[in-house]
């Protein structure tokens, strides 16, 4: 009973992990992943003011859209699944300060949203029009927009933004949809996004959509940096793809142990289950002589032999759930876009147990079934 109980918790954990490596992987039908090279480029290193910095920037981003099989091509100052963008207080203008809530924000250029299939759901996208000399403006997610002006539409509100913006209030031009942006392990943040002409960053990663293998741009890339700016190195150049496989390191490794454990457990369980109705035949082998030469048929004594079996795996089972009902709340923090109790994995880690268990079980109850009720009396 202990060994299927432990079985159950273990596979109940893996199976949580595994539900959440599977939540985590299904961004790629969020982000174009597969399709995308982020490389960063750090003006920094060059001394550039802000003015230069955005004309470089815009010709680097027209270089590299004249590059074979680019769709799409944007800047940003954090990278998506890597960097936790900056997190800033952000409230309604017309809110009190206390209805402040928590939010992400990362500058952007034009064309970032599409390059990353952000979907655009209202408004429009940021334009070489926004500038440092017009309205300041910001584009919200779905969820901010929710939490700051609930039923009713976001577009022309201005929202303040605190931190190391000052309170600065933007116009909001554009609602996007809920996105992923921040580590893959970790919830979804709400998200606010900046134009980068009004708040200028010489650091920023460049992402760029190529209809082929994303690694087939590196060399277009790096030769479209070195004609605006030889002197100039690009770094941490790798695909979305492995930016996404890199931060669910931890997970996959979390789920690997804790599958190949939940495995071990289950052989040790399944080989005692058989052993233990094993020896228990060989001991009742005179009386299940008896029952058959009394009239019992096989399908009765191989019934008798599971139910005796069932009740172990019965009472191992109950012990496990609620285990595994206790347990699991202390890996909350470490689940993504499901629930500690979530059913899925409780449904496959006791199905898996059960059918093990009654594999286990059926091999001695099927030899007990063919035991020759003479040979079993003669033997006592």
């Known amino acids: 009973m202990a060994q299927v109980a432990f079985s159950l918790l273990l596979l109940v954990g893996a199976g949580l992990f595994l539900r959440t490596l599977q939540s985590a992987l299904d961004l790629r039908s969020v982000f174009a992943v597969r ?13 550039y003011d802000s003015q230069r910095g955005l004309q470089f920037f815009g010709a680097l981003r027209e270089r590299v859209l004249r590059l074979p099989g680019v769709q799409a091509a944007g800047f940003a100052a954090a990278r998506p699944f890597h960097d936790r963008s900056e997190e800033t207080p952000a409230r309604a203008q017309s809110a009190g300060p206390g209805d402040e809530v928590a939010v992400c924000c ?6 970032f949203l599409q390059t990353l299939a952000i979907p655009l759901l209202r408004g429009r996208d940021f334009e070489a029009t926004d500038t440092s000399g017009t309205t300041p403006v910001a584009i919200v997610d779905e969820s901010t927009a929710e939490r700051l002006w609930p039923g009713r539409s976001a577009l ?19 609602l996007a949809r809920d996105t992923q942006f921040g580590s893959a392990s970790q919830p979804v943040e709400r998200m606010i996004y900046l134009a980068h002409a009004q708040h200028y960053q010489p ?4 992402h760029a959509r190529t209809a082929g293998d994303p690694a087939s741009l590196i ?9 605006l700016e030889p002197d100039l190195p690009l770094f941490a150049v790798r695909t979305l ?3 996404l496989g890199q931060s669910l390191g931890a997970q996959r490794l979390t789920a690997s142990l804790v599958s190949a454990a939940a495995a071990l457990t289950l052989t040790l369980a399944s080989i005692g289950l058989y052993g233990v ?21 096989p399908r009765d ?6 139910n005796q079996a069932g009740r172990l795996v019965l009472c191992g089972l109950v012990i496990g759930l609620a285990l595994s009902f206790g347990l699991t709340r202390l890996v909350r923090s470490q689940l993504v876009g499901i629930s500690p109790t979530d059913p899925a994995a409780f449904a496959v880690g006791s199905s898996i147990v059960i059918v093990v268990a009654l594999l286990a079980c059926w091999l001695p109850a099927r030899r007990a079934a063919r035991i020759d009720p003479m040979e079993a009396l003669r033997c006592e």
Request: positive net charge; charged residues 20%; proline residues 1%.
């Open 241 to 243: 793809a492995d930016e």
């Open 301 to 306: 004594v191989g019934r008798m032999v599971l």
């Open 219 to 227: 060399a277009g890339v790096r030769a479209a940096l070195a004609s």
């Open 106 to 111: 990362t500058t952007v250029t034009p064309g």
């Open 277 to 297: 109705v094993a020896w228990s035949i060989a001991r009742r082998t005179r009386e299940i002589g008896v029952r058959m030469a009394l009239g019992a048929r």
């Open 156 to 174: 022309g509100e201005r929202v303040v933004l605190g931190g190391r913006l000052g309170g600065q209030a933007f116009e909001v031009i554009g």
């Open 203 to 206: 650091q920023m990663v460049l």
């Open 35 to 47: 399709s995308v090279l982020v490389a960063t480029v750090d003006l920094g290193l060059q001394n």
